[in-house]
C-alpha cells in the first residue's frame, strides 16, 4: 500500500488554471472520521494531511517544546495594517486553544490550525480582521451557524460551528477540521476531472444543503469549489486510461480520487436571508449568475447557477467561465448556452445596460481585445463539453445542467426539483 502524504494543500504553488482566484483554505483532517465509505476501495490509499493516521496527540502542549507557559497569555501585540490578528505558532489563543499552524487566509482573516484542550480534539479557527465591516460579517455568519446547527444537528450538510469568542477584538469562530476543498483536490489532481459517478455523488449532497438552506429562508450566495469540502483527506490511486501516455502533468499514469465521497459546505459570511434587498453584487465571479450581472436582482435561483458551474467544473476540471470582465462573461454564456433572452436584456439596469446594443449583446463589437473574443470563441456547446468528458449518463447530466443553468431565474430548476432529476435517480437504478 502506498502511504504518500500530500503537505498540506493550501500551500502548494502550482498554477491556478482560474485567473486571480481569491486564496483557498484547506482544512485538512487528521484524523479518520466516522462517514461512509465512499465509492471507491481497494486500490492504493494515501492521505492528503501532513499527519499519518496512526499519529496520536498525547500532549499537544509540548509540541514545539518549551519556552511558553502551558495556558499563558501570549504578549499583547498590535494587529498588521490590515487589520489581521498577529500570532506565533505554539501560542494560545485564549487558555482552550493552542496554535499549531496557519492553513488558509481571505479577505475576511485568518483560519489556524489549533488543539482544543477541553474537548481534545483539532479545530480549525476563522480569525476575523478587526475592522467593522468584517466584524459585523461575523456577527451574521454566527447567526446562520447557529440557526442551521439547530435543524441539521448531525452536521450532515453544512460544517459545524463548536464555540465562538470575541479575542483582543477579534471574533473568533471555531469550526469541526474537515479535509481538502473540491478546487484543492482538484488541483492537486492536476485538474483532472472527477468520474461523473463521483459528480452525481457530491451533486446530490450540494443539492440537498442548498435544498436544506432554501427551505431555512436562506440563500448562501457564495457556492463554489472552494466553499466545498470533502469530510475526509483519504484519497485512493487508480489508472488513468484518459492519460495512460506520461505526460509533463501525468507522470505516472494514475489519478486520484477521494477515498470517501462526503461533504460539507462552508464559508456563510454572505449568506442572505430572503426578507434582504437583492439587488447588490453577489458570487465569485466564476458562478456569478446572469440576473446578477444584469443588475436585475437575486433570490433562491442564483445558488442554484453556481451548481451548475460546479458540476460542470468537476466533470471537466476546469471553470467553466474563466473570465473577469461582464461582457466577456455574458458572452461566454451566449457561446456555451445559446443567445440571452431579450425580456432578460432589456431589463438591464443602468450599470449592464452598456452591454447591450439594439435588443442584443454588444459582442463582439464591444470586446476590448482580440484575446478576448478567442476566449470566448474556443468554448464549445454546453453538450458537447460534457459529452468530450463523461462516458456515460451523459444525456442525463445534459438535462439536469440545462435545467440548472437556464437564463430565467423564474424557470431555473429549483433543488428539490433537481434531486428528482433522473442524473440521480440513475445513481439507484445501477446500484
Same mark, same amino acid.
Given at each position: 500500500?502506498?502511504?504518500?502524504?500530500?503537505?498540506?494543500?493550501?500551500?502548494?504553488?502550482?498554477?491556478?488554471?482560474?485567473?486571480?482566484?481569491?486564496?483557498?483554505?484547506?482544512?485538512?483532517?487528521?484524523?479518520?472520521?466516522?462517514?461512509?465509505?465512499?465509492?471507491?476501495?481497494?486500490?492504493?490509499?494515501?492521505?492528503?494531511?501532513?499527519?499519518?493516521?496512526?499519529?496520536?496527540?498525547?500532549?499537544?502542549? /509540548?509540541?514545539?517544546?518549551?519556552?511558553?507557559?502551558?495556558?499563558?497569555?501570549?504578549?499583547?501585540?498590535?494587529?498588521?495594517?490590515? +487589520?489581521?490578528?498577529?500570532?506565533?505558532?505554539?501560542? /494560545?489563543?485564549?487558555?482552550?486553544?493552542?496554535?499549531?499552524?496557519?492553513? +488558509?487566509?481571505?479577505?475576511?482573516?485568518?483560519?489556524?490550525?489549533?488543539?482544543?484542550?477541553?474537548?481534545?480534539?483539532?479545530?480549525?479557527?476563522?480569525? !476575523?480582521?478587526?475592522?467593522?465591516?468584517?466584524?459585523?460579517?461575523?456577527?451574521?455568519? #454566527?447567526?446562520?451557524?447557529?440557526?442551521?446547527?439547530?435543524?441539521?444537528?448531525? +452536521?450532515?450538510?453544512? !460544517?459545524?460551528?463548536?464555540?465562538?469568542? =470575541?479575542?483582543?477584538?477579534?471574533?473568533?469562530?471555531?469550526?469541526?477540521?474537515?479535509?481538502?476543498?473540491?478546487?484543492?483536490?482538484?488541483?492537486?489532481?492536476?485538474?483532472?476531472?472527477?468520474?461523473?459517478?463521483?459528480?452525481?455523488? #457530491?451533486?446530490?449532497?450540494?443539492?440537498?444543503?442548498?435544498?436544506?438552506?432554501?427551505?431555512?429562508?436562506?440563500?448562501?450566495?457564495?457556492?463554489?469549489?472552494?466553499?466545498?469540502?470533502?469530510?475526509?483527506?483519504?484519497?485512493?490511486?487508480?489508472?488513468?486510461?484518459?492519460?495512460?501516455?506520461?505526460?509533463?502533468?501525468?507522470? =505516472?499514469?494514475?489519478?486520484?480520487?477521494?477515498?470517501?465521497?462526503?461533504?460539507? !459546505?462552508?464559508?456563510? *459570511?454572505?449568506?442572505?436571508?430572503?426578507?434582504?434587498?437583492?439587488?447588490?453584487?453577489?458570487?465569485?465571479?466564476?458562478?456569478?449568475?446572469?440576473?446578477?450581472?444584469?443588475?436585475?436582482?437575486?433570490?433562491?435561483?442564483?445558488?442554484?447557477?453556481?451548481?451548475?458551474?460546479?458540476?460542470?467544473?468537476?466533470?471537466?476540471?476546469?471553470?467553466?467561465?474563466?473570465?473577469?470582465?461582464?461582457?466577456?462573461?455574458?458572452?461566454?454564456?451566449?457561446?456555451?448556452? *445559446?443567445?440571452?433572452?431579450?425580456?432578460?436584456?432589456?431589463?438591464?439596469?443602468?450599470?449592464?445596460?452598456?452591454?447591450?446594443?439594439?435588443?442584443?449583446?454588444?459582442?463582439?463589437?464591444?470586446?476590448?481585445?482580440?484575446?478576448?473574443?478567442?476566449?470566448?470563441?474556443?468554448?464549445?456547446?454546453?453538450?458537447?463539453?460534457?459529452?468530450?468528458?463523461?462516458?456515460?449518463?451523459?444525456?442525463?447530466?445534459? =438535462?439536469?445542467?440545462?435545467?440548472?443553468?437556464?437564463?430565467?431565474?423564474?424557470?431555473?430548476?429549483?433543488?428539490?426539483?433537481?434531486?428528482?432529476?433522473?442524473?440521480?435517480?440513475?445513481?439507484?437504478?445501477?446500484?
Amino acid at each position: 500500500m502506498e502511504m504518500q502524504f500530500l503537505n498540506d494543500y493550501s500551500q502548494n504553488s502550482q498554477m491556478d488554471r482560474r485567473p486571480n482566484k481569491r486564496p483557498r483554505l484547506a482544512w485538512d483532517l487528521t484524523h479518520t472520521p466516522k462517514v461512509h465509505s465512499g465509492m471507491y476501495y481497494g486500490q492504493e490509499v494515501g492521505n492528503v494531511s501532513g499527519y499519518g493516521h496512526s499519529r496520536v496527540f498525547p500532549d499537544h502542549d /509540548n509540541l514545539y517544546g518549551k519556552g511558553l507557559t502551558q495556558k499563558g497569555s501570549p504578549p499583547l501585540r498590535e494587529d498588521d495594517k490590515d +487589520g489581521h490578528y498577529v500570532f506565533e505558532l505554539g501560542e /494560545n489563543l485564549t487558555t482552550r486553544y493552542k496554535i499549531l499552524r496557519k492553513i +488558509g487566509e481571505g479577505t475576511f482573516g485568518q483560519v489556524l490550525e489549533c488543539w482544543d484542550r477541553e474537548q481534545k480534539e483539532l479545530v480549525a479557527i476563522k480569525i !476575523v480582521r478587526s475592522i467593522k465591516k468584517y466584524r459585523d460579517a461575523a456577527v451574521i455568519e #454566527i447567526d446562520v451557524l447557529q440557526l442551521l446547527g439547530r435543524y441539521d444537528r448531525n +452536521g450532515s450538510r453544512c !460544517v459545524q460551528l463548536r464555540n465562538w469568542f =470575541d479575542y483582543r477584538n477579534h471574533i473568533c469562530l471555531v469550526f469541526e477540521k474537515l479535509g481538502p476543498s473540491l478546487f484543492d483536490f482538484l488541483r492537486k489532481n492536476s485538474y483532472r476531472s472527477f468520474p461523473v459517478d463521483l459528480v452525481r455523488e #457530491i451533486g446530490r449532497q450540494l443539492l440537498e444543503c442548498v435544498a436544506f438552506m432554501h427551505d431555512m429562508r436562506l440563500i448562501h450566495t457564495d457556492l463554489k469549489p472552494e466553499n466545498i469540502l470533502f469530510v475526509s483527506p483519504d484519497y485512493i490511486k487508480v489508472p488513468d486510461y484518459r492519460h495512460l501516455q506520461v505526460t509533463s502533468w501525468s507522470r =505516472d499514469g494514475y489519478r486520484r480520487l477521494p477515498k470517501s465521497s462526503a461533504i460539507k !459546505v462552508i464559508d456563510f *459570511g454572505s449568506t442572505a436571508y430572503e426578507r434582504q434587498d437583492h439587488n447588490y453584487i453577489v458570487s465569485t465571479r466564476h458562478y456569478r449568475a446572469p440576473e446578477v450581472i444584469l443588475g436585475l436582482g437575486w433570490s433562491y435561483p442564483c445558488d442554484l447557477w453556481s451548481v451548475g458551474c460546479i458540476l460542470v467544473e468537476l466533470c471537466s476540471g476546469e471553470a467553466l467561465f474563466q473570465t473577469h470582465e461582464n461582457l466577456e462573461h455574458l458572452a461566454m454564456m451566449e457561446r456555451v448556452l *445559446g443567445p440571452l433572452p431579450q425580456t432578460m436584456l432589456k431589463r438591464a439596469d443602468r450599470h449592464a445596460e452598456k452591454y447591450v446594443r439594439r435588443g442584443r449583446l454588444d459582442w463582439p463589437e464591444g470586446a476590448t481585445s482580440r484575446e478576448s473574443i478567442k476566449s470566448v470563441m474556443k468554448l464549445p456547446r454546453l453538450q458537447n463539453l460534457v459529452m468530450q468528458h463523461v462516458d456515460h449518463s451523459a444525456g442525463d447530466l445534459i =438535462d439536469l445542467l440545462q435545467g440548472l443553468l437556464k437564463y430565467d431565474p423564474s424557470t431555473r430548476t429549483t433543488a428539490h426539483e433537481s434531486l428528482r432529476h433522473p442524473f440521480f435517480r440513475d445513481q439507484y437504478r445501477r446500484s
